[in-house]
């Protein structure tokens, strides 16, 4: 089976810089996927991550290492929009591209 | 706006009862995805389908069951409510422009009184 491990919170101030990290363990491991939820909303596409590396999206980065299993959301020049919560996600199976996720990390920024 | 829509945005019912939670896809798309959030278990996949077949099953009780319609519209049919089963179901689709990106409608609320 799947499982990942990400905090449960994380909070920062304004204009600083936060990494949320993510390990996982997968029978099959086919990448990295980061989502966005503001409260009662719809999850939201930030990135995914098939090979080791950085790869960064504007104010947020993601990065892979398969050997150890893990990753990490790093998230730039924080705004109070950025509050919301952050789920990493590997597929189900190679069957299907269907998602399992973590436990969310809830991001508070503070003015 | 993902393109995903879901009807209906919220639904009361009672135990026992049975309801009809319906999700488009985005335009293109042929995979259709229904997760489950509830507080204490967090984001679960339920179960895809892809151009009308079933294509992977996650924690899917058997009292649930879902299909896509020629449309590629899909329906997830929860019978014999009980309590637990209160909390907000994700429709999401993928596939026009990448396989790898999920497109998450807004969510039907469930409140089984």
């Known amino acids: 089976g799947q499982s990942l491990e990400q905090p449960s919170e994380v909070t920062a101030v304004e204009g600083a810089i936060v990494q949320i990290n993510c390990t996982y363990q997968?029978?099959?491991?086919?990448?990295l996927s980061w989502y966005q939820q503001h409260d009662g909303g719809a999850p939201t596409f930030l990135s995914y991550?098939?090979?080791?590396g950085l790869e960064e999206t504007g104010r947020f980065s993601s990065f892979l290492s398969r050997s150890d299993s893990y990753g990490y959301l790093l998230l730039q020049e924080l705004q109070m929009k950025d509050s919301a919560s952050y789920f990493c996600?590997?597929?189900?199976?190679?069957?299907?591209?269907?998602?399992?996720f973590g436990k969310g990390t809830t991001l508070s920024v503070s003015s | 706006d993902s393109g995903v829509t879901q009807t209906p945005k919220h639904l009361i019912t009672a135990t026992g009862q049975r309801v009809t939670l319906r999700c488009s896809p985005r335009?293109?798309?042929?995979?259709v995805y229904w997760y489950q959030q509830s507080l204490d278990q967090g984001l679960q996949f339920l179960i895809q389908?892809?151009?009308?077949?079933?294509?992977a099953k996650g924690n899917i009780l058997e009292r649930f069951s879902a299909q896509q319609f020629p449309d590629l519209h899909s329906e997830l049919n929860l019978s014999s409510l009980e309590l637990g089963d209160s909390a907000l179901y994700f429709c999401?689709?993928?596939?026009?422009?990448?396989?790898?990106?999920?497109?998450f409608g807004p969510g039907t609320r469930l409140l089984v009184l």
């Open positions: 335009s293109g798309d042929l995979s």
């Open positions: 999401a689709s993928s596939g026009r422009d990448s396989r790898e990106t999920q497109y």
């Open positions: 997968t029978s099959g491991f086919y990448g």
């Open positions: 389908y892809y151009n009308g077949e079933e294509r």
């Open positions: 996600a590997v597929r189900a199976n190679q069957a299907g591209t269907a998602l399992i």
């Open positions: 991550n098939a090979l080791d």
